[in-house]
C-alpha cells in the first residue's frame, strides 16, 4: 500500500527539512498504517497514543481524535487508506487560516501609507535578530527599501551584530550607545524612515524570558512611542519561536500575546529538529499565522511557509 506521492524536484528541500520531524513521529503513524488493511477496534487508540508522544499539544490532539472518531462513525470507514488519507485531512484542516491573515509580502505591498512597521520579539536564543537579518535581505531582494532599528540595547554585541547583519543585507541602520533607551531607538528610526519615505522598517528588541515581567512591559512602552510618530504603528508584531523548545514555545506565544498582539510567527531551527509538530498545536491554538521558516545559518535561509507543502511532506 503507497501512501506518499512521489516528490517533486522542487519540493526535495523543504522535505530535508521537516526530515527529523517527519522521522520521528509521522513516519510512526505512516508505518503503522501501511502494516493494517483495515481498521481495528483500537486503531484510534494508538492514533492518540501517537499524536500525544509529538509536540502538537493535548488539545489540538484530542480535538483531532474527536474528529476522526466522528468521521468514522459517520462514514463507516472500511480500511486504514481512508482513515489515513482523513487524518492527513484533519490536520490539514487545522492549518487554514482565514484570509486576512495573509502573507507578510502581501500585506506590505498593499499598505499604502509607508512605511510598514514591523517590530520583532521573542526570547533570548531563539535566533531573533539573525532572524532580523534573514528577512530584510528577503524584502530587499523583493525591491523593498528597509530601514533596522537597533532597539537591543541591554545585550552585549547585539549592535555590533545587527549592524554586520545590516551591512550584509544592504539595508539602513538606525543605532544609539549602548545601554540606551530603546524606545528613543525606535522613535528615532520611525522618523528617519518617515522623513525618507522608506517602505518597511525593522525594530529589533531585546530578547527577553517571557516570566520577566518588567522586559515584556517594555515591549508595551516601544510600541506606544512608536504611534507618537504613526499612529497605526507596529503595523506588525513576528514572534521569533526556536521550533527545538517544542512545548515551551505554546506558553512563549501565551506571555509575549498578553504583552503585545502577535499577528505572526518565525518558526527558527526547524532543520535541526525532530519537533516540528508544534507548528500544528499553535497555529490551532493561537490561530496566529507563521510567515516563514528559518533552516540554516545563511542570509538565504529564511522559507516563506506553506502549510500544504507541509502536510505533504510530513505524510
Given at each position: 500500500?503507497?501512501?506518499l ?9 523543504f522535505?530535508?527539512e ?26 484510534i487508540?494508538?492514533i ?9 499539544g ?14 468514522v462513525?459517520?462514514e ?7 482513515l489515513?488519507?482523513?487524518l492527513?485531512?484533519?490536520i490539514?484542516s487545522?492549518l ?26 521573542g526570547v ?27 532597539s537591543?540595547?541591554?545585550?552585549a ?20 550607545h549602548?545601554?540606551s ?17 522608506k517602505d ?24 506606544r ?17 526556536d521550533a527545538?523548545t ?17 499577528s505572526?510567527?518565525?518558526?527558527t ?15 490551532d491554538?493561537?490561530?496566529i ?14 522559507k ?7 502536510i505533504?511532506?510530513?505524510?
Amino acid at each position: 500500500m503507497m501512501f506518499l506521492k512521489k516528490e517533486s524536484e522542487k519540493n526535495i528541500t523543504f522535505d530535508n527539512e521537516l526530515k527529523k520531524t517527519r522521522e520521528s513521529f509521522f513516519s510512526k503513524i505512516k508505518n503503522f498504517f501501511l502494516k493494517k488493511s483495515k481498521i481495528e477496534e483500537n486503531i484510534i487508540d494508538y492514533i492518540e497514543n501517537i499524536l500525544l508522544s509529538a509536540d502538537i499539544g493535548v488539545k489540538t490532539t484530542l480535538k483531532i481524535i474527536s474528529n476522526l472518531e466522528k468521521r468514522v462513525k459517520k462514514e463507516k470507514y472500511k480500511d486504514s487508506k481512508e482513515l489515513f488519507f482523513f487524518l492527513k485531512e484533519e490536520i490539514k484542516s487545522l492549518l487554514k487560516i482565514k484570509k486576512e491573515k495573509e502573507c507578510l509580502e502581501k500585506k506590505i505591498k498593499n499598505h499604502k501609507k509607508k512605511p510598514y512597521v514591523i517590530m520583532m520579539v521573542g526570547v533570548n536564543g531563539s535566533g531573533k535578530t539573525t532572524t532580523i537579518g534573514k528577512l530584510a535581505f528577503l524584502l530587499k531582494k523583493k525591491g523593498l527599501d528597509l530601514v533596522i532599528g537597533a532597539s537591543d540595547t541591554f545585550r552585549a554585541a547585539a549592535i555590533d551584530q545587527i549592524e554586520i547583519l545590516a551591512r550584509e543585507a544592504k539595508v539602513s541602520l538606525i543605532k544609539q550607545h549602548m545601554y540606551s533607551d530603546p524606545a528613543s531607538v525606535a522613535y528615532d528610526t520611525l522618523q528617519s524612515a518617515k522623513s525618507k519615505k522608506k517602505d518597511v522598517v525593522l525594530i529589533d528588541t531585546a530578547g527577553r524570558l517571557q516570566n520577566r515581567i518588567d522586559l515584556m512591559k517594555e515591549l508595551s512602552k516601544i510600541s506606544r512611542v512608536m504611534k507618537k510618530i504613526i499612529p497605526e504603528s507596529p503595523h506588525e508584531i513576528i514572534l521569533v519561536l526556536d521550533a527545538s523548545t517544542g512545548q515551551n514555545a505554546f506558553e512563549q506565544v501565551r506571555k509575549f500575546s498578553s504583552f503585545v498582539k502577535i499577528s505572526s510567527i518565525i518558526l527558527t531551527k526547524i532543520e535541526g529538529t525532530a519537533k516540528g509538530g508544534v507548528i500544528i498545536g499553535i497555529i490551532d491554538q493561537f490561530k496566529i499565522p507563521i510567515q516563514y521558516l528559518g533552516i540554516g545559518e545563511k542570509m538565504k535561509d529564511l522559507k516563506k511557509f506553506n502549510e500544504k507543502k507541509f502536510i505533504d511532506s510530513l505524510f
